[in-house]
């Protein structure tokens, strides 16, 4: 297949470039995975090797971890007993400070309750659950839910769903136990779900169908290029024989009833063991 391997290659890498493998940048974990905290917990802050945990509170700007709250190997930060003016805004940074991650707020309740939802922003549709937990009993309890300050509903299990999230949910998330208190607030932030091309590719959804459309299209126009070359090779091939024309016009006729690729080729093969 040496005449369409060029073409196929470079499909292949427009393909490739396009739905991109998005490099983000070197995102910050948090573990346990959750943006609220009781008193006292210890939080771990990773990054990846290069990168450093810096943090905006009320009590500093853009601190890093070895500026005194946490114990750091470099790349890794370590808050044994995280405090209430530990709550804000925390984030990955490259040594010479060029770029950023995104930012996480990270919150700690005070008092005996935590709402637990989801740390990085939701893709738009997905659900999404909310969960409110209390320090005593560890099991859940009873809990309501609040959105922007306004009542929501009621987990009777602690726990809420959001389904099929849009932006329309996006906002300020608290909860409340009877007889113990309110969490902190969240933010729950939605992701558009983008609908293009090169992503639809890369996660073939319910609008599959129109994936093979720019897939077919390319390997047609190349089939058609590749059977041109065949038909090219064929009339210099029967111009330098004629003796055997007739033989070759019988063939040519079965021809079109041929299809694919792979048909050609082997016809081309046979040719060329003829030609030898
Ligand atoms: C941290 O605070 C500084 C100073 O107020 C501000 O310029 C910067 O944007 C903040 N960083 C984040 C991630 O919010």
Request: aromatic residues 6%; hydrophobic residues 30%.
């Amino acid at each position: 297949m040496r005449p369409t391997s060029l073409p196929a290659s470079l499909f292949l890498a427009s393909l490739l470039s396009s739905t991109g493998v998005k490099v983000s940048p070197a995102a910050l974990t948090v573990s346990p995975s959750r943006s609220q905290f009781f008193k006292d917990e210890s939080v771990t802050l990773i990054c990846e090797v290069g990168w450093t945990v810096r943090r905006n509170t009320t009590k500093g700007t853009r601190t890093e971890c070895k500026d005194g709250w946490g114990t750091t190997d470099g790349s890794t930060c370590n808050i044994p007993y995280i405090l209430q003016h530990d709550t804000g805004l925390y984030w990955c940074e490259s040594m010479s400070g060029s770029s950023s991650s995104s930012s996480i707020q990270l919150s700690v309740s005070g008092g005996s309750v935590i709402l637990q939802s989801p740390v990085l922003p939701v893709m738009e549709g997905d659900d999404v659950t909310l969960s409110c937990r209390a320090k005593n009993p560890t099991h859940n309890l009873p809990a309501a839910f609040y959105k922007d300050g306004s009542f929501i509903g009621d987990g009777p299990s602690g726990h809420m769903t959001l389904l099929h999230v849009s932006s329309s949910d996006e906002g300020l998330y608290k909860c409340n136990v009877k007889g113990h208190g309110e969490s902190p607030s969240s933010r729950i932030s939605v992701k558009e779900k983008l609908t293009n091309i090169s992503d639809s590719t890369v996660t073939p959804g319910p609008g599959s169908s129109s994936v093979s459309l720019p897939v077919l299209l390319p390997s047609a126009s190349l089939c058609v290029l590749f059977f041109l070359f065949l038909l090219v090779q064929l009339v210099v091939y029967l111009y330098s024989k004629p003796k055997v024309m007739k033989e070759e016009e019988e063939r040519m006729t079965s021809l079109p009833e041929t299809s694919g690729c792979s048909r050609g080729n082997r016809r081309k093969a046979n040719q060329e063991q003829e030609m030898l």
